[in-house]
């Protein structure tokens, strides 16, 4: 079945360093890829997202491009900031109407 | 956007009573909701899908006469934890999309804490 495998955390980084947080998947059709956002205490809100092979989401200064010969949607940013200390989750959604999650990787950004 | 309100955001309730936890769609009508139960260590587990009108699609290991959900209309799911127990403490979050919209939109999720 589909799946998404995401790096494991947690992640501490100084403040401006890049970010990458590693994301694969596997899926037996062609499906939509998300990284979603979570801060404390609150729910997941959509950070980007990318619909076809080659397509790059980008939002906030975070990209990431759909990669179908590495099965690879890897989250980046050039230039990390305290505000997005936060839980990144990759997603898939297949053509079943079904969202696939992965676990979770905790970034804390320090000054 | 498209926004999701869940509510209550905070709940704290009895061992062996029920709770109830309401997901609205405020500007779409959502054909599709997910209801998901988040554990401490960040994961996401799908515990159904309902599309309204229909009876919702449980993931294996969940029980449907503990977590009931109902999707009576486009715009409104809930989800009541029947009999809560304490281990049934956890972070509720659901979900919801539309048709031809490939992304789901989140609520702010429920705190539910059974004392």
Redesign the interface.
Known sequence: GDSVTQMEGPVTLSEEAFLTINCTYTATGYP?L?W?V?YP??????LL?A?KADDKGSNKGFEATYRKETTSFHLEKGSVQVSDSA?Y?CAL?DIG???Y?G??T?LTVIP | GAVVSQHPSRVICKSGTSVKIECRSLDFQATTMFWYRQFPKQSLMLMATSNEGSKATYEQGVEKDKFLINHASLTLSTLTVTSAHPEDSSFYICSARFGGISEAFFGQGTRLTVV
């Open positions: 939509s998300f979603y979570q205490g609150e729910g997941l809100q959509l997202k619909t839980v989750f959604s109407n079904q969202f999650f676990t979770g905790s």
